[in-house]
């Protein structure tokens, strides 16, 4: 089965993982992420495209590539999920399955984590696994991929 490539995209300061908060992020550096995805991927039938910026407007600009270039996404828009409409509304026009991935648990953070604009395009959300999540992410792609048993008759 020939996909695609799966979009990962990373927000801002995603970038200064493994040296930023590690007892909220852990010591997982987002090259370790990317390795980990790639691996997992290859052992799934896909492949990854991997990405991060910290600029809101670039982020944008590949979500809107994305309709044309990914098989789907897995959005770890950091910081921008609790702020950015823009984001939002890239994500809406995709028409891409969305996979929303956040390290650590948003909903046991401050209260202005609690609220993400990116839930509402995404298919769901994984938060609370560290980097692992992004792993259940691809599994959880691919498990949308597998068309359902079908009875027997």
């Known amino acids: 089965m020939t ?3 799966i979009l990962i ?3 801002p300061n995603l970038n200064l993982l ?3 908060q590690p007892e909220i992020y852990g010591a997982t550096t987002l090259d370790d992420i990317r390795q980990s995805c790639a691996r997992t991927a290859a052992r799934l ?3 990854v495209d991997f990405r991060q910026s910290n600029d809101e407007g670039t ?3 590949w979500v809107q590539e994305a309709r044309t270039s990914a098989h789907a996404l897995i959005v ?3 910081a921008y999920t609790h702020t950015s409409v823009a984001l939002l509304d890239a994500l809406l026009a995709c028409d891409r399955p969305v996979i929303e991935v956040h390290l650590s648990n948003i909903h046991r953070r401050e209260a202005f984590r609690h609220h993400s604009y990116v839930s509402q395009a995404a298919l769901g959300m994984i938060c609370g696994f560290g980097a692992h999540g ?3 992410a691809l599994q959880a792609i691919a498990a949308l991929d597998t068309p359902p048993a079908q009875a027997p008759d």
Request: proline share 5%; glycine share 14%.
């Open 3 to 5: 996909h695609r490539p």
């Open 45 to 47: 039938g896909y492949a």
């Open 9 to 11: 995209l990373n927000g």
């Open 134 to 136: 992004y792993v259940l």
């Open 76 to 78: 770890n828009a950091a």
């Open 59 to 61: 982020l944008v600009t």
């Open 18 to 20: 493994g040296t930023r």
